[in-house]
């Protein structure tokens, strides 16, 4: 008998193949692009997608060194987009090498797997911005004197390290798009992170687009103290869940940071610049000192926080009812159940014999003779 050919179906490639995939092509992109350095007819290209550009040297005198300033323009896009490639990488470095290993440890729900995730990229990625952040601010002068916030603008030119720092957190923001679909977000929590990852890319990319990164910089770097805090209380949460001290010093910090951003808000678009000495709209000096721009800017900023502290005052307030819940003891009813006839009369009798009920002795039936 001739043995018979059984008909092979095709492959399925599972999801995490797929995600590994296209991880080793984003990889295999970006090490092109450096190769690319080694070639003189493609490095060109490759400069304009790894190195900072607009590079603008100023001097002051003739014996000082020339102070090194860049300015922002169209190709800033190739390098934002060179960047964001390297931050997949490491994003899909950190989930393998780090957080998997975590989870398997912990034996996670599916629920709390998507949000350990979440906690575990963002706040490895708020530590390192705000450490970064932190150390830019500690050679500038206006985090000493908030009048330089506005005071000769537009501050068209920037140190390499601010203009780098934005570039990085445009990239990181623009990263986390794609990464909605690698890492198997849920439908239900894909709304809530578009939010907030469209309102991130919105005031970073305005703040750097308008010349405003003196204001922009003092804001996130205390921002992202608070979200490392609130992403780290998370973590020690799904470890062991009677870790929620930090939740409070988050909550507290949370309401000082809201306070703040407006506090400098309002000064520098309510008070500072509309007493700046040149006022006017040039796109070619970068200067965007108009009425309309700043009541845009001062709104969006304005909502931006109201709906942070609607989302803060709900989160807050269905903790509050959770814990009265669980205060409140449970009131034991005891109810008698009546037995019925049938009941009442099988419990009278135990293996054929009539029982008692109450130490009485049962009725002798009187025999009747036909």
């Not at 590079?55 to 934002?80: C, L, Q």
């Not at 629920?111 to 995730?117: A, D, G, I, L």
């Not at 709104?299 to 609607?310: G, N, P, R, S």
Request: hydrophobic share 45%; net charge positive; with cysteine.
């Amino acid at each position: 008998m001739g043995l018979r050919k059984k008909n092979k179906s095709p492959p399925v490639l599972s999801h995490e193949f797929v995600i590994q995939n296209h991880a080793d092509a984003v990889s295999c992109l970006a090490m092109g692009l450096l190769l690319g350095l080694m070639f003189e007819v493609t490095s060109k290209y490759a400069i304009m997608f790894i190195t900072v550009q607009y590079n603008v040297t100023n001097t002051t005198d003739d014996r000082s060194d020339p102070v090194h300033f860049y300015e922002y323009g169209p190709k800033d896009m190739a390098t934002i987009i060179f960047y964001m490639l390297i931050a997949i990488i490491l994003h899909a470095v950190i989930q393998e090498y780090i957080l998997d290993k975590i989870n398997r440890r912990l034996h996670l729900s599916k629920t709390k797997h998507s949000k350990f995730n979440e906690s575990g990229q963002l706040a490895f990625f708020y530590l390192f911005s705000f450490v970064w952040g932190a150390s830019i601010l500690s050679a500038e002068e206006f985090t000493t004197n908030p009048t330089l916030l506005w005071k000769d603008y537009p501050h068209s030119h920037m140190f390499f390290q601010v203009k780098f720092f934005y570039i990085c957190q445009i990239a990181y923001w623009l990263h986390a798009l794609p990464e909605l679909y690698f890492q198997k977000i849920r439908k239900e929590d894909i709304p809530r992170q578009l939010h907030y990852i469209c309102l991130y890319i919105a005031h970073i990319a305005g703040a750097y687009i308008l010349n405003l990164q003196r204001l922009g910089l003092i804001l996130l770097v205390p921002h992202y103290l608070v979200e490392l805090i609130f992403h780290a209380s998370r973590l020690f949460y799904f470890s062991d869940e009677n870790k929620q001290k930090g939740f409070t010093l988050w909550a507290l910090l949370f309401v000082m940071a809201r306070l703040l951003t407006l506090t400098l808000s309002v000064l520098t678009f309510g008070f500072g610049l509309t007493k700046a000495e040149n006022p006017g709209f040039s796109v070619a000096e970068g200067n965007f000192n108009i009425l309309t721009i700043r009541i845009s800017c001062l709104a969006a900023i304005c909502l931006t926080q109201a709906w942070m502290m609607w989302k803060f005052i709900n989160f807050q307030l269905k903790k509050w009812r959770e814990h009265v819940q669980n205060q409140i003891p449970k009131k034991k009813t005891n109810i008698k159940i009546k037995p019925t006839k049938k009941e009442s009369c099988r419990s009278n009798f135990v293996n054929g014999t009539v029982k008692s009920e109450e130490g009485t002795s049962p009725r002798k039936r009187k025999s009747k003779f036909l």
